[in-house]
């Protein structure tokens, strides 16, 4: 009886001593203690699908020169504080190639997320890739952030729940076409060239309309496969409709096709545009030479002359362009403010919200509101932060081969227009 009524009494006590532990620890826990933070992961994970490789490898040029500046300021005092675990953890950015293929992309980004165990998905460049990244993020419920691609093309490819965008808008981008255009005595008769992938299936149709508004008239040809060898048919049919301008939608090796085989059936209009194919100015010099690819326009979403700064890397518009050209002896890229956003709303995002929680970043990120490279973060009710998109022309250069001459602003009325003569297509000496 006695044996029996000591080990109670030892039983009781065990009992006491393991609730007072398990209190402990719950205390420990909310005030993120020992445990929670032994628990930490070595780094953040921030996956980044990017074209690497095919044709739209140009476009991801600025990125690692972009983390290369940015991640040691982001993990100068040891990263980014989370809550749970009581401790600021590094941030690491992973790079995969989505080959410029969009089925790739998202291969790609399931790999991040399936065997790199990323906590937040990032994809770049055109729909190719931000659409398939976002879809896979959608099905893994990942916070995801994108950017460049036009908004009405990558929002075909929702509804999104878990996907945010760094983009521009398809409608403004055209109206300032416009308003380039009418900066030119011209017909007002605009051929089409636009390719059946998303991008001209979207933007034709926004073009027409607007046309029609301003007094435009339109010759479409219709849509084409990507990859088109002849164009000789379209070229023929602008020809016999006198057509002053054209516009066009096309990635690079196709402009280089089209623009050659209009030099070879002696046809030139006085305005050439050409979308998303210009961004660089390699790839305005794919066509063979500078003096072929002078008086051309296109859109850009980036410049110089942008009245912006960076207070994560505590640079201006030009220092960074002039930083850029020092250190590699070609022009800035325009995708260097993209790639900066991007890493700016990541850093800006993980400081507010303090978590590693999915749900939580995921509804964080339209509550952000920060000042970055591209003015101050709004992301909207389409879940896209609307960045500038200006028209240039490129010009012969002093420095470089080309240059480009910013000559219409659109909405952003605080970039400034260059007080330049427009080149005509037509009135060159070649």
């Known amino acids: 009886m006695k044996r029996s009524k000591h080990m109670r009494l030892i039983a009781a006590c065990l009992a006491a001593i393991m609730l007072v532990a398990l209190f402990a620890g719950c205390d420990s826990s909310k005030k993120g203690g020992s445990s929670s933070a032994g628990n930490a992961p070595d780094t953040i994970k921030v996956g980044y699908v ?12 600025s990125i690692q020169w972009v983390l290369d500046m940015a991640l040691p300021k982001i993990n100068a005092d040891g990263g980014i504080y989370i809550k749970e ?6 941030v690491e950015f992973i790079l995969a190639d989505s080959e410029s293929n969009p089925s790739k992309a998202a291969e790609a980004a399931q790999n991040l997320i399936t065997q790199r165990n990323v906590d937040i998905l990032c994809g770049a460049w055109t729909p ?11 099905k893994n419920s990942v916070p995801t952030l994108l950017e460049n691609s036009p908004m009405e093309s990558w929002l075909e490819g929702g509804p999104y729940e878990w996907s945010y965008a760094i983009m521009f808008s398809v409608p403004n981008m055209m109206e300032t076409y416009f308003d380039a255009w009418d900066r030119v005595d011209t017909n007002k008769k605009i051929g089409f060239i636009f390719d059946n992938n998303v991008d001209g299936v979207v933007m034709a149709p926004i073009v027409a309309e607007i046309a029609a508004r301003r007094g ?14 002849d164009y000789s048919s379209m070229i023929n049919q602008f020809k016999q409709e006198d057509c002053d301008i054209i516009v066009a939608n096309a990635i690079t090796p196709d402009y280089a096709v089209f623009l050659q085989q209009f030099y070879q059936m002696g046809f030139m209009p006085k305005v050439m545009t050409v979308g998303k194919a210009l961004h660089f100015e390699s790839d305005a010099l794919t066509v063979g030479s500078a003096e ?33 050209e020092a250190e590699h002896d070609s022009p800035y890229p325009t995708s ?7 890493v700016e709303i990541v850093t800006e995002l993980l400081n507010k919200a303090q978590t590693l929680d999915k749900e939580v970043l995921r509804d964080t990120i339209p509550t952000l509101n920060a000042d970055t490279i591209y003015g101050k973060i709004n992301f909207e009710s389409n879940h896209v932060f609307e960045v500038p998109c200006v028209v240039v022309q ?19 009325g605080d970039i400034p227009v260059s007080n330049n003569p427009i080149v005509i297509m037509n009135e060159r000496n070649l």
């Open 85 to 90: 675990y009581d401790k600021k953890i590094p």
């Open 50 to 61: 990017t074209p690497m490789s095919g044709p739209l490898a140009a476009f991801s040029m």
């Open 128 to 138: 190719d890739t931000t659409i398939p990244v976002a879809n896979t993020g959608e």
């Open 336 to 342: 260097i403010a993209y790639d900066i956003t991007c």
């Open 394 to 412: 490129y010009i012969l250069g002093a420095r470089y081969p080309l240059e480009k001459n910013i000559i219409a602003h659109g909405k952003f």
């Open 216 to 229: 435009y008239t339109v010759v479409d040809p219709g849509r084409f496969p990507m990859s088109t060898p």
């Open 292 to 324: 072929l690819a002078n008086g051309l326009m296109t859109e850009i979403h980036w410049d110089r002359e942008f009245p912006y700064s960076s207070p994560l890397l505590g640079m201006g518009v030009k220092e960074l362009c002039d930083k850029w």
